[in-house]
């Protein structure tokens, strides 16, 4: 459930590269009919002003369309290749076959990184010949409702729009 009764963590939104949100998708397509999951690296937290660089695609070990868990081997990999390259865990991603872009009770519950963002891309929302959006547009744009970006810090979720740009 998204909160209203506590002060938003921050940031607010966020810049999210359009490269990295075709990956995201098409990830996300590749792995149907199970969740897909990854991480993006960044230069700090988003909450610090840190900055998306990269993202990484894991392994689900869960292999099931209704949960995900980062594969343990993919996250050792990417924990000791982030402190080589003095990165964080800028998000962590996954996605939804069949339900929106907002972060399940489960989620909340499994949500164990409160300074990393949250995206979550759904497949449910996302038709096959939708869009995403044109790196050559003027105006930054949301890719919502198919990826959404969130702050999940002591069980409380909070939005954090997503501005694509290049």
């Known amino acids: 459930m998204v909160s209203e009764a506590t ?17 995201l998708v098409d990830h996300a397509r590749r792995e149907d009919p199970n969740e897909a999951c990854g991480l993006i690296l960044g230069s700090a937290p988003a909450s ?14 869960a292999a099931s369309p209704y949960r ?3 594969d343990s081997k993919d996250l050792l990999r990417l924990t000791i ?11 962590i991603v996954h996605s ?10 489960t989620d909340v519950g499994l949500a164990f990184y409160p300074d990393a963002l949250y995206i979550l891309v759904s497949l449910a929302d996302l038709g096959p010949d939708t869009v ?5 547009a003027a105006v930054p ?15 409380q979720v909070f939005e954090v729009a997503l501005a694509v740009t290049e």
């Open 68 to 70: 995900y868990e980062i």
């Open 81 to 91: 290749e982030s402190d080589d390259r003095d990165e964080v865990f800028w998000a």
């Open 48 to 61: 610090d002003g840190g900055r998306a660089l990269r993202f990484e695609p894991t392994r689900n070990a």
């Open 132 to 136: 995403v959006p044109d790196p050559a």
């Open 141 to 155: 744009s949301s890719p919502a409702p198919h990826v959404r970006g969130w702050r999940i810090v002591d069980h």
């Open 96 to 105: 939804h076959t069949h339900s929106p872009a907002r972060p399940s009770p």
């Open 7 to 23: 002060l938003h963590p921050g940031p607010a939104s966020v810049v999210l590269p359009t490269a990295i949100v075709r990956q």
